[in-house]
């Protein structure tokens, strides 16, 4: 029977799958025209989140009081703690420098009492708002105003 066998070429038919869970790959995935920051699962999980920082902080920092200091963000995975800890895990620090501040934000407490991506991005722009708050010596209404 040589003759029933046919060589295979050409994109398979049916619909691709997604084996093992791992969500869609190759160019589908990639940035591209339509897609310029490409999809999610080109980005690994502390690329999202400092997307979901940058795009915060930059939404805040509209609402700087004019003669405000300089602030540096910085995101770190997670605090280093004493071993005798007992206190929940903070989710951010502020530290003064030089004539500003620096603000640390540690993604994984974050990220671990989020249970969905808006839940993350509420709780990215409370820790930013208090934070931006005390750097910058105003009341957090007048940063976000209530709605």
Do not use: C, K
Request: aromatic residues 2%; neutral net charge.
């Amino acid at each position: 029977m040589p003759g029933s066998r046919r060589p295979v070429h050409g994109p398979r038919p049916g619909r691709p799958r997604d084996r093992r869970g791992r969500g869609p790959r190759g160019p589908l995935s990639l940035a591209g025209p339509l897609s310029p920051r490409g999809v999610p699962a080109d980005r690994t999980p502390r690329q999202s989140f400092d997307l979901v920082v940058t795009d915060v902080l930059a939404s805040l920092q509209r609402q700087e009081p004019p003669a405000a200091p300089p602030v540096e963000v910085v995101v770190e995975e997670a605090p280093l703690l004493p071993g005798d800890w007992t206190d929940a895990v903070p989710t951010s620090s502020i530290n003064p420098r030089g004539a500003g501040h620096r603000i640390v934000i540690y993604r994984l407490p974050i990220t671990t009492r989020a249970r969905t991506p808006e839940e993350l991005t509420l709780h990215v722009v409370d820790v930013l708002l208090h934070r931006l708050a005390d750097a910058w010596d105003v009341s957090p209404d007048d940063l976000d105003p209530p709605t």
